[in-house]
Each structure stands twice: as structure tokens, then as C-alpha cells.
């Protein structure tokens, strides 16, 4: 079974950055996709950016040019470096594994964005 353990949560001024990471347990990284999602308060969880196991990426419309999603298979890490932060970021972010029918998730890493 899969773990996913993220961390770089934190507090931070609006325009500013932070970098998340999701490590991941087990030798089936580097054939998964890997995905980072966020869900606010009040709101259903949505994708935020996906990268395949090729290193193809995917963004939703409203962090495009903002965030950056990448990976490194030798130390089973995905990251999210997310740039120009907005209050409307705020969310707890949760990393997602996902390969041939097996799914997990990490427990989320909360993102604050505020003055």
C-alpha cells in the first residue's frame, strides 16, 4: 500500500510562494500519474494540476502561469511550486497517486493566503 506523506503548507502573504511536496512510499512512482488537488471550505475538491509519468502536465485555468507542477523519480517526490499566490488559493492541498486502477491520497497540507 501506498503512502503519501506532503508537506510545505503554511501561511502566506498574497504575491507570494510556496513550494509543496508529496512523497511517496512503495516502487510504483515513477509509472504513476501523480496529482495535486485542493478543496476550500465550503467547496468540492478540484484538480489543480496533474503530471504523467512521461512528465506531460496539466493545470486547471486558474493557476495557469502561476503554479508548476514537477517531479523526481529518484527520490519519489512530486512538487508544487505555486507563484503570485492568491486569497482564493487558500485550501488545504492534498497530493493523489493514481496507476492502473490503484488510487491514493496524502492527508493534505493546509495553504493560508492572507494579509
Known amino acids: 500500500q501506498v503512502q503519501l506523506v506532503e508537506s510545505g503548507g503554511g501561511l502566506v502573504q498574497p504575491g507570494g510562494s510556496l513550494r509543496l511536496s508529496c512523497a511517496a512510499s512503495?516502487?510504483?512512482?515513477?509509472?504513476?500519474?501523480m496529482g495535486w488537488y485542493r478543496q476550500a471550505p465550503g467547496k468540492e475538491r478540484e484538480l489543480v494540476a496533474h503530471?504523467?509519468?512521461?512528465?506531460?502536465?496539466n493545470y486547471a485555468d486558474s493557476v495557469k502561469g502561476r503554479f508548476t507542477i514537477s517531479r523526481d523519480n529518484a527520490k519519489n517526490t512530486v512538487y508544487l511550486q505555486m507563484n503570485s499566490l492568491k486569497p482564493e488559493d487558500t485550501a488545504v492541498y492534498y497530493c493523489?497517486?493514481?496507476?492502473?486502477?490503484?488510487?491514493?491520497w496524502g492527508q493534505g497540507t493546509q495553504v493560508t493566503v492572507s494579509s
Open positions: 503530471i504523467t509519468s512521461g512528465g506531460s502536465t
Open positions: 493523489n497517486l493514481d496507476v492502473l486502477g490503484y488510487n491514493a
Open positions: 512503495g516502487n510504483i512512482f515513477s509509472s504513476s500519474v
